[in-house]
């Protein structure tokens, strides 16, 4: 089956950096994405990677390793607004997402 | 901007009955979704859209069916509630520049929250 793990909850500490961890097991690989999702709000795009690599955005950062199916999610000079959820989905072979049940990041001042 | 809205924010539904929620974008983007998000469990898509006039099936169809008569409106409509359809309803859309099913990035609403008693 297809699957995707992610860890349930992380805490860490304002200014910090904070790296959350996405393993899959799909059918087929085009690309994936890292939401971020408040409580109560809707996901919004965070990143997206289809290369081996590391994609630098600001304060966030995405690596993936597809012959690992390992990618992260690295957040640096954490702020008390980062708590969030962080959702990773990979596309498989029929270009379906597949969706982590998420991370709760709790930040800590 | 609007982007993506859905109405109603939030209802409460007896088991047995209908209830359509509303989907309406503004960003003539041709692919639509619709998801549910379940504590502990990742979103799950129940159907989807790629272009006006068509529609398909998603992981967890059943219970519930779209129509997608315009670019801009995927309502969703639960013919006849069940407790187990209680859940936080996305939907979102996509720019599939392809025309085929690559999602792309997706843009979501801000979610109907359905509570069936």
Redesign the interface.
């Known amino acids: 089956g297809q699957n995707i793990d992610q860890p349930t909850e992380m805490t860490a500490t304002e200014g910090a950096i904070v790296q959350i961890n996405c393993t899959y097991q799909t059918s087929g690989f085009n690309g994936l994405f890292w939401y971020q999702q408040h409580a109560g709000e809707a996901p919004t795009f965070l990143s997206y990677n289809v290369l081996d690599g590391l994609e630098e955005k600001g304060r966030f950062s995405s690596f993936l390793s597809r012959s690992k199916g390992y990618s992260y999610l690295l957040l640096k000079e954490l702020q008390m607004k980062d708590s969030a959820s962080y959702l990773c989905a990979v596309t498989d072979s029929n270009y379906q997402l597949i969706w982590g049940a998420g991370t709760k990041l709790i930040i800590k001042p | 901007t609007a982007g993506i809205t859905q109405a109603p924010t939030s209802q409460i539904l007896a088991a047995g009955r209908s209830m359509t929620l509303r989907c309406t974008q503004d960003m003539r983007h041709n692919a639509m979704y619709w998801y549910r998000q379940d504590l502990?469990?990742?979103?799950?898509?129940i159907h989807y859209s790629n272009t006006a006039g068509t529609t398909g099936k998603?992981e967890v169809p059943d219970g519930y069916s779209v129509s997608r008569a315009n670019t801009d409106d995927f309502p969703l409509t639960l013919a006849s509630a069940v407790p187990s359809q209680t859940s936080v309803y996305?939907c979102a859309s996509s720019d599939s520049r392809t025309g085929?099913?690559?999602?792309g990035?997706?843009?979501?609403?801000?979610?109907s929250r359905l509570t069936v008693l």
């Open positions: 502990g469990l990742g979103l799950r898509l998603g996305f085929g099913p690559f999602p990035e997706l843009f979501f609403g801000e979610g």
